[in-house]
């Protein structure tokens, strides 16, 4: 079946532009994660939705970054007023939740961001 | 101490070698236990999950996992040059409000032909 899917691939902004980065989970996945992940480091867990409630954005780096979700479908992450240390692939992940065995993440392809 | 800890590396094996990734965690609580792999400039990609005390093998892989101890490790037998990768551990611990998979930083490991 169809995995993850993100959008765009890969985006060059300008400093200061706000960007939205898209994520497709998996169908009737119902827990979405983001994470970021900078050149040559592990992954930094930014938000997560359970349905399309966010029990942990613990990992939001500031207030120019917020998410949304729409059901148990696509979500949306907005960087506003994007800074070059936003530079990073971005990446989405889907789990089921809730049974045993389920807790397992697939992750899509990524976003590259470069701001200029 | 961190949460989830893996040797960074680079660990380096013969092709054909057994290649022994370890891999300690913090919580005791922990129950769920992933391997991924992740080729240099791609998204990671599930390896293996374990969730009972012992040994699992998928294959070449083999994950052990040792509670008591709070370590798991992932053993590839065989190695080739197309398994060199960073590998991340992760491990659904106890956070504030519930549960959470954490993600160790990764080892590399590079299979010399």
């Known amino acids: 079946g169809a995995g993850v899917s993100q959008s765009p691939s890969n985006k060059v902004t300008e400093k200061g532009k706000d960007v939205e980065l898209r994520c497709d989970p998996i169908?009737?996945?119902?827990?979405l994660y983001w994470y970021r992940q900078r050149l040559g480091q592990g992954l930094e867990f930014l938000i997560y939705?359970?349905?399309?409630?966010?029990?942990?954005k613990s990992g939001l780096p500031s207030d120019r970054f917020s998410a949304e979700r729409t059901g148990e479908s696509v979500s949306t992450l907005t960087i506003q007023r994007t800074q070059q240390e936003d530079s990073a692939v971005y990446l989405c992940?889907?789990?089921?939740?809730?049974?045993?065995?389920?807790?397992?993440?697939?992750f899509g392809p990524g976003t590259r961001l470069t701001v200029t | 101490q961190k949460e989830v800890e893996q040797n960074s590396g680079p660990l380096s094996v013969p092709e054909g070698a057994i290649a022994s990734l370890n891999c300690t965690y913090s919580?005791?609580?922990?129950?769920?236990f992933f391997w991924y792999r992740q080729y240099s400039g791609k998204s990671p990609e599930l390896i293996m999950s374990?969730?009972?005390?012992g040994d699992k093998e998928d294959g070449r892989f083999t994950a052990q996992l040792n509670k008591a101890s709070q370590y798991v490790s992932l053993l590839i037998r065989d190695s080739q040059p197309s398994d060199s990768a960073t590998y991340l551990c992760?491990?659904?611990?106890?956070?504030?409000?519930?549960?959470?998979?954490?993600f160790g930083a990764g080892t590399r490991l590079f299979v010399k032909a």
């Open positions: 992760a491990v659904r611990a106890r956070n504030t409000g519930g549960f959470k998979t954490i």
């Open positions: 374990i969730y009972s005390n």
């Open positions: 919580d005791r609580v922990s129950q769920s």
């Open positions: 992940a889907s789990s089921l939740l809730g049974t045993s065995g389920s807790y397992e993440q697939y």
């Open positions: 169908s009737g996945h119902t827990a």
């Open positions: 939705f359970q349905g399309n409630s966010a029990p942990d």
